[in-house]
């Protein structure tokens, strides 16, 4: 038998998520880099595994304020020349998300 979540429990786990959706929100808006630049001052968290899509890649190419962004896939060979305009984003063997970075 499953116990019962408390309204104040019920409560807190709304406030959490509410916060979390705010902060990541908020911390896109503060992107104040030169257009075309990379910027990785932003939080992208997820609680279910995301899978990556062209949508979740545009979508944090913009957050980012990159010109470019390139998925790399574990296990693929890339170049390693550094380009502050292209966002990376990383995702695992089953093609979920795992991290970003600029370069």
Do not use: W
Not at 22 to 35: D, I, L, Y
Request: glycine letters at 8%; hydrophobic letters at 35%; aromatic letters at 10%.
């Amino acid at each position: 038998m499953m116990p019962k979540i408390t309204s104040l429990k019920g409560s807190a786990l709304t406030a959490v998520l509410a916060l979390s959706f705010g902060m990541f929100e908020a911390s896109a808006a503060e992107n104040t880099n030169k257009p075309g630049r990379c910027n990785s001052n932003f939080a992208y968290n997820t609680f279910v595994p995301t899978q990556v899509t062209p949508g979740l890649l545009e979508a944090l190419r913009l957050l980012s304020g990159a010109a470019i962004v390139r998925h790399e896939k574990s296990g693929e060979t890339y170049t390693q020349e550094y380009r502050s305009d292209r966002l990376r984003v990383i995702s695992d063997e089953g093609n979920f998300y795992t991290h970003f970075q600029c370069g």
